[in-house]
């Protein structure tokens, strides 16, 4: 299935009332979709910077650009990871790895799940 596919089929399933969705991802800049019991995120911005944070705060996304972190400048490399100063976690992986997550995450709180 193709990533636009799938990720306006995650934005439109019916959830359990601790999901929100915030924006449309055809029509906006930014959409999420969010756990509001625990701060579980998927995040579209601008159509090409994807990102996944679960609840324990581990952090995905794709990164294209270099990024300045800690003082130095970083490449990142899809697998590799970095750890800031304050000590948020960045694991770099591709769209439609974060999107597959995002998808196996949310599915789980769809409203007509018993």
Do not use: C, R
């Not at 359990?16 to 915030?22: G, H």
């Not at 304050?86 to 439609?96: A, D, P, R």
Request: net charge negative; proline share 2%; aromatic share 12%.
């Amino acid at each position: 299935m193709p990533l636009t596919k799938k990720i306006t089929d995650l934005l439109s399933k019916k959830y359990n009332s601790n999901i929100s969705i915030l924006g449309t991802y055809t029509s906006s800049k930014y959409t999420s979709i969010l756990d509001n019991d625990n701060g579980t995120i998927f995040i579209v911005s601008d159509s090409d910077l994807y990102s996944f944070k679960d609840q324990d705060s581990n952090l995905w996304v794709n990164v294209t650009d270099s990024f300045h972190a800690n003082g130095q400048e970083h490449q990142p490399e899809h697998g590799k990871s970095y750890t800031l100063d304050h000590g948020v976690q960045y694991s770099f992986t591709t769209k439609e790895a974060i999107v597959e997550m995002a998808a196996d995450y949310f599915d789980k709180h769809q409203n007509d799940i018993v």
